[in-house]
């Protein structure tokens, strides 16, 4: 019986929410802020914390629930100095661009999602300052750039009309290989070249917000 009731209230929501009309967006700013965290290469996710990723773009959907995109990113590591024992401050900064590719969709007026995949071009920033034992500290930058893919995941609650918030997901292939080296160390310590050479990823989590230009309500 309390299962019947369960299931009759969903199928009630269900109808009024479909009675109401199923939005759909058109154009659409959004801004997304995530924290980070290292997944891939070994050196990577033991010396480099995950402090911010945030992105902005525009994006279109198409009445078939078809969406577009362009927009600019930028994320930055920090290196944490209690898994080194040379003291080294500072961290990776990462700016990009790209397009995306996705499908989106209301169920009802208020409740969506939207998944895709963002590819573009980053150009990363390692600064850091090194303090050597005994001599003076110095400057260490490397720069360097590379494609980036970006598999993304977002609930969507609309607020009114002209604004709605998100929770973020997703997972990011920047695909260099990180080396200790970069950061100023020494040397690579233990890490042997196979593990080196793997490619740097990150997933994340986080919200985000979207401002609609326009907007369409099928019956």
């Known amino acids: 019986m309390k299962r019947g009731f369960i299931l009759l209230s969903f199928l ?17 700013w959004n801004v997304e802020l995530g924290l980070p965290v290292a997944t891939s290469n070994q050196p990577f996710r033991d010396i480099m914390q995950g402090l911010v990723t945030l992105n902005t773009y525009q994006q279109y959907s198409f009445p078939f629930h078809l969406n ?12 944490d100095e209690f898994a080194i024992s040379q003291p080294i401050f500072g961290g990776l900064h990462t700016g990009g661009a790209f397009a995306k590719v996705g499908w989106d969709k209301f169920y009802g ?22 303090q050597p034992n005994d001599e003076p500290s110095f400057k260490n930058r490397v720069n360097f750039s590379n494609v980036f893919v970006e598999p993304v995941f977002s609930l969507i609650l ?34 042997t070249p196979d593990v080196l050479d793997n490619s740097t990823q990150y997933f994340f989590v986080g919200f985000g917000y979207s401002f609609y230009f326009g907007e369409k309500v099928s019956e």
Do not use: C, W
């Open 12 to 28: 009630i929501v269900g109808i009024a929410a479909r009675a109401q009309g199923e939005y759909q967006p058109k154009y659409t």
């Open 68 to 79: 577009v995109g362009l927009g600019v990113k930028y994320s930055y590591f920090t290196v």
């Open 109 to 130: 007026p208020s409740f969506g999602i939207d998944f895709g995949v963002k590819m573009g071009y980053a150009q990363h920033f390692i600064t850091t300052e090194v």
């Open 158 to 191: 609309k607020a009114d009309e002209r604004n709605s918030y998100r929770f973020n997901a997703g997972y990011t292939f920047y695909g260099f290989p990180y080396e200790p080296v970069d950061i100023g160390l020494e040397s690579n310590g233990a890490y």
